[in-house]
């Protein structure tokens, strides 16, 4: 007697083109979404005519979430089959964890008075450190040069304006 036939997680579409077809979708479902917006409202209390084109809208993002969840589930089924493990292989969290305290610290340095060029140093070095750079003091002059050159051509030369703290107030 024979086995019945597995399934291949590598046949058919690769998990790649079902999470490429779920973007299409999206956006499909965000194009009609906005044109349903541009039709006339209904003229009296009732559905108008964008309420087909709303209700397709929504249908084609949930088949579009679809595609994703389906993705997701092949990519765990290959990287299991390549004798990956899809826990490791969904990210790293300590370097998750690293760039978004940065995010964090960026907004409470700039909610201090800490100002832009301070607060987008701390960025730079803790997004570094997120990717795998030591933290030292390269990334905080590489980080503090890049923050002064962006904050001296936003305010001088496109005259908006931008936090500034202490160390903006030494450039006038």
């Not at 541009?38 to 964008?50: C, F, K, T, Y």
């Not at 993002?61 to 299991?80: K, P």
């Amino acid at each position: 007697m024979s086995e019945p036939a597995v399934p291949d997680a590598t046949a058919g579409p690769g998990w790649r083109a079902q999470a490429a077809i779920g973007i299409a979708l999206f956006l499909i479902g965000v194009i009609v979404w906005h044109d349903a917006q541009r039709l006339p409202a209904p003229s009296a209390v009732g559905v108008g005519p964008s309420a087909a084109m709303r209700l397709i809208a929504v249908l084609v993002v949930i088949i579009a979430a679809a595609h994703w969840i389906s993705a997701w589930r092949l990519r765990a089924r290959v990287l299991a089959r390549q004798g990956v493990d899809p826990v490791i292989a969904y990210g790293n969290r300590a370097s998750l964890a690293w760039v978004l305290g940065a995010l964090v610290g960026l907004i409470v340095i700039i909610e201090l008075g800490g100002g832009f060029v301070l607060a987008s140093t701390w960025l730079f070095a803790g997004t570094a450190r997120g990717f795998g750079q030591r933290l030292s003091l390269k990334p905080l002059v590489v980080g503090g040069v890049l923050a002064t050159v962006v904050y001296l051509f936003f305010t001088k030369g496109l005259s908006l304006a931008l936090p500034a703290g202490p160390l903006e107030r030494l450039f006038g």
